[in-house]
């Protein structure tokens, strides 16, 4: 059974930065995508970017030029490196690994982009 543990969200100040860790764990397959998702109060889930074991990446328009995902395969860790983090970036977010047939859900962790 594969589970995600998620960390790295906290408050931070507009134009700062955070950058959030999701560790998987359990029977992998070779080859899966990986996602970052947030959610706000009364939004629905957005996906704000995914990148595939082999490195290919996608993100949601709101982030391009300020966040970069990455992954350490060796390790099963996805990163999320979010810079000039804006008010509109609070949300939850939450990871997710994903292959054909199967998907697993963190837990999601808080941010909050606030003075």
């Known amino acids: 059974q594969v589970q995600l543990v998620e960390s790295g969200g906290g408050l931070v100040q507009p134009g700062g930065s955070l950058r959030l860790s999701c560790a998987a764990s359990?029977?992998?397959?070779?080859?899966?995508?990986m996602g970052w998702y947030r959610q706000a109060p009364g939004m629905q889930r957005e996906l704000v970017a995914s990148?595939?074991?082999?490195?290919?990446?996608n993100y949601v328009d709101s982030v391009k030029g300020r966040f970069t995902i990455s992954r350490d395969n060796a390790k099963n860790t996805m990163y999320l490196q979010m810079n000039n983090l804006k008010p509109e970036d609070t949300a939850v977010y939450v990871c997710?690994?994903?292959?054909?047939?199967?998907?697993?859900w963190g837990q999601g962790t808080q941010v909050t982009v606030s003075s």
């Open positions: 990148i595939t074991t082999d490195g290919s990446t």
């Open positions: 359990g029977s992998i397959f070779s080859f899966n995508v």
């Open positions: 997710k690994i994903a292959w054909i047939g199967y998907n697993v």
